[in-house]
């Protein structure tokens, strides 16, 4: 009893809508298996109260929180500093609050890319490689950012909308050592020869909607491309099965996921806690 202590070090999330995000869940686990005395609270913040959950996570003493949809720009008003990959990327998942003399600071950091490199570091090195992303959305530039900063050749970037393409392209170009390029979403899209890396960026195949396929020409996937796919709900998508079938070896959007709250908990922890906890959580979740 004399060393039990009843007052926990605080993290989580600010987002809306919160219930179906899962992250808790993981975090929460491995903090758990880790013997930390930690907690994750998932909080359900509308736009107008971000100000006041960011004073109140503050006040309370917490060791920083992530923030979803709608906050991942909103929130940067709020801190001190960015991180390199949350300035170029312009947006924030990850908040930590030091407490250096003088008052709390706070740093916005964007690991979203970064879990998506550390996923994919296993099975292909980014350093060198073609990279092609499908989507220009929040996780198609975090991901091209920081595939560009780990040493990636070239990113092209294919899109939907023209404009929203470019502006991530040109973003490569002028603040990564990557060389930027935007491909326009013909149908059934050819796959340029030499991609290393091929990933759906997009929420295309995400429940409930999994019958959805990028419309790409899978014939013209190289088998020796690494497919990634960043969709969580269901976590073998038709995108991931059809490029299997091909020969090509593919990533689902849980090691993203995964990877993302391990660099997470070590911002916040100092320590690097259990992946395969995550993992085994986020499987029962999805029933696998
Ligand atoms: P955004 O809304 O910012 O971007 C969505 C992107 O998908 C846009 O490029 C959009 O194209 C494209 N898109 C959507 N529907 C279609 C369609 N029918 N045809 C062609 N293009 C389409 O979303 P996010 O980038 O934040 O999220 C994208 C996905 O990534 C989601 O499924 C999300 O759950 C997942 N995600 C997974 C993470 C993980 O850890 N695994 C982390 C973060 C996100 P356009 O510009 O033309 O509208």
Known sequence: MADRTFCAELTGSFSTSAAQNPTVAIMEAAFADAALDFRYINCEVPPESLADAVRGAIAMGWRGFNCSIPHKVAVIEHLDALAQSAEIIGAV????????????????????GQGFVASLLPVRDPAGQHVVILGAGGAARAIAVETALAGALSITIVNRTPERGQTVADLIDAQTPAAGRYLPWTPHLHVPHGTGVLINATSIGFHPNEAET???????????????????????????????????????????????????????????????????????????
């Open 214 to 288: 990028p419309d790409v020409d899978f014939e013209s996937i190289d088998p020796g491309t690494v497919v990634a796919d960043v969709v969580v709900n269901p976590p073998e998508t038709n995108f991931l099965k059809a490029a299997a079938a091909r020969g090509c070896t593919t990533l689902d959007g849980l090691g993203m996921l995964v990877n993302q709250a391990l660099i997470n908990a070590r911002l916040w922890t100092g320590r690097d806690l259990s992946s395969a906890v995550m993992r085994r959580e986020l499987e029962e979740i999805f029933g696998l």
């Open 93 to 112: 998942n990850t908040v930590v609050i030091d407490r250096p003399e003088g008052g709390p600071r706070l740093t916005g950091e964007n690991t979203d």
